[in-house]
């Protein structure tokens, strides 16, 4: 079923609108969705905008060096940093801090940044905020 909506939806023939509360379904088939709650529209938006919008999101994968003392140096631009795993952190940038500022730091703490990857919000981080509001 869910090849045959991709294959209607990739065709660009028809629209579909596809209603489930299987939001891993939802999020491979749509591009937009309509979250309600009790009759009423708690959210709209467009997955991708949604995700692209939020870029200050990042785990990175970290080696060499000290992974604290790394954490200690990029809060100290006012990152907020959490340990996510032996080598990995979880990080909010603030405004005016780039990735730039990250490998800057890297290199003076002798630390390698093997992997970075923004987080994007899934389809069940929106379904749930639009849920608590």
Not at 45 to 62: G, M, P, S, V, W
Not at 66 to 90: H, T, Y
Not at 97 to 124: C, F, G, P
Request: charged share 30%.
């Amino acid at each position: 079923m869910l090849n045959l909506i991709r294959e209607v939806r990739d065709s660009g023939t028809a629209r579909i609108i596809f209603s489930s509360h299987l939001l891993r379904d939802v999020e491979e088939c749509c591009e937009e969705v309509l979250v309600l709650k009790q009759g009423k529209i708690a959210a709209y938006c467009n997955l991708d905008e949604q995700r692209q919008a939020n870029r200050k999101f990042l785990e990175l994968e970290l080696r060499g060096g000290e992974r604290g003392a790394f954490a200690a140096a990029v809060e100290k631009l006012g990152v907020q940093c959490a340990m996510a795993g032996e080598r990995r952190l979880k990080m909010v940038l603030p405004e005016g801090v780039t990735i730039r500022h990250l490998y800057t730091v890297a290199a003076d703490q002798a630390t390698q940044i093997r992997r970075l990857d923004y987080k994007k919000d899934s389809l069940q981080d929106i379904f749930l905020k639009a849920m608590e509001d």
